[in-house]
Each structure stands twice: as structure tokens, then as C-alpha cells.
């Protein structure tokens, strides 16, 4: 079954880009999406298809993807974006099975 | 505005069976498909199935095969989860997700606040 691998953690100062990575095999050639989870709340979409925004989510979220690796890049990052962030794919190959990574921290330091 | 609201959690013991709901509003529910994804406590996000807007295609995680079944009440606007032979393992935050399916891939842009399930002795 297909495997997304996510950093456990990241730590960035106010203000500064932090930069999450969510790899899997060709990973590329899929459509990535990213949710946030902030503790006690459900996950909230804030990057799909690899690099498009939903309404009302700011300019300071964007994402790239290509070959083995997508990234949720967050800008000018505010200590309200401490949370949990996942990525997320559909296996078409697999049994239509949806994969989530394994979620990575972000800290603001 | 899009809600989601489940209901039905609760502790149950191992073996036991549990019938959770999703109740819809804010959009057209027959236009979307619906999945359950399930957060064990201190966990990351498992999916657990998803189901077409017709709910004639269903899709299961292996963990919860021949176990769960996801069934959708579209005159009701409803989203059900029936768990039978439950394990310890089953316990978990379920979230009720709309699912937005695009060319080779589905997108879940609302979710639930979740209920908790409890399979404990």
C-alpha cells in the first residue's frame, strides 16, 4: 500500500517560512492536499490539489509538488499556525484507498 | 454554512457493535460523497471508508473490512457508520468528512467535530 512520509516535528521562529514535506513514491504524479488540526478541533483543508487554497485560508499558506516529495510552505508564520498538519493522497492503484501521512508538529517558537 | 454533526459514540466493550450518524446541512448531500476518518487518542488521521453520492460505490480501509459498514440516507441527509466486532483498537475520534472528488483524487473540505468511541472492558 502506498506509504507518506511526514517529519514528526518542525520548529520555526515567528515571522519566518516553515516548510513541511510529506514524501511517497512518485508522489508527484498524485494530487496532494493538506489539513491542519489544531489540538481538540477537527482538521481543517487549507492546501488541495498540491497548491490551491480554499476561500477564507491566507495567502501564507501555499504548496509545491514534485517527483518523491510535496510541501506545505507557510509564510510569515504567526503562532496561531501551531498545529498538527497532515497530507493526504488517493491511491487509485490501491483499492481506491484514501492515505493520510503521519502528521507532522509545527512549533513556533 | 456546511455542518456536520455526529452522533453515537460512547463506550462499548470489545465485541460489541455501534451505530454512529453524521446529520448534513448547509449544501445539496446528494451531491457528494461522504467518508468516516477515525484520530486514536494522541494519534494521527486513519480513513476508515467512504461512500459515492449515489452510495452505490464503497470504499473501506482493510483494518475495518467485514466489520464496518457505511451506508447514507439521502432523504434524510444522513451519514451512518455501523461498527460491529469491536476492538480495542477501534478506539478513536470519528469524523464525519464531505468528500469533493476531482479527476484521480477526492478532497475532504468539511468535517465534523467528531465523537469519540470508547471500546474498553
Known amino acids: 500500500s502506498y506509504v507518506l512520509t511526514q517529519p514528526p516535528s518542525v520548529s520555526v521562529a515567528p515571522g519566518q517560512t516553515a516548510r513541511i514535506t510529506c514524501g511517497g513514491n512518485?508522489?508527484?504524479?498524485?494530487?496532494v492536499h493538506w489539513y491542519q488540526q489544531k489540538p481538540g478541533q477537527a482538521p481543517v483543508l487549507v492546501v488541495y490539489d498540491d497548491s490551491d487554497r480554499p476561500s477564507g485560508i491566507p495567502e501564507r499558506f501555499s504548496g509545491s509538488n514534485s517527483g518523491n516529495t510535496a510541501t506545505l510552505t507557510i509564510s510569515r508564520v504567526e503562532a496561531g499556525d501551531e498545529a498538527d498538519y497532515y497530507c493526504q493522497v488517493w491511491d487509485s492503484s490501491s483499492d481506491h484507498l484514501v492515505v493520510f501521512g503521519g502528521g507532522t508538529k509545527l512549533t513556533v517558537l | 454554512q456546511v455542518q456536520l454533526v455526529e452522533s453515537g459514540g460512547g463506550l462499548v466493550k470489545p465485541g460489541g457493535s455501534l451505530r454512529l450518524s453524521c446529520a448534513a446541512s448547509g449544501f445539496t448531500f446528494s451531491d457528494y460523497y461522504m467518508s468516516w476518518i477515525r484520530q486514536a487518542p494522541g494519534k494521527g488521521l486513519e480513513w476508515v471508508s467512504y461512500i459515492s453520492s449515489s452510495g452505490s460505490t464503497i470504499y473501506y480501509a482493510d483494518s475495518v473490512k467485514g466489520r464496518f459498514t457505511i451506508s447514507r440516507d439521502n432523504a434524510k441527509n444522513s451519514l451512518y457508520l455501523q461498527m460491529n466486532s469491536l476492538r480495542a483498537e477501534d478506539t478513536a475520534v470519528y469524523y464525519c468528512a464531505r468528500g469533493r472528488v476531482e479527476m484521480a483524487t477526492i478532497v475532504f473540505d468539511y468535517w465534523g467535530q467528531g465523537t469519540l468511541v470508547t471500546v474498553s472492558s
Open positions: 512518485n508522489i508527484g504524479s498524485k494530487s
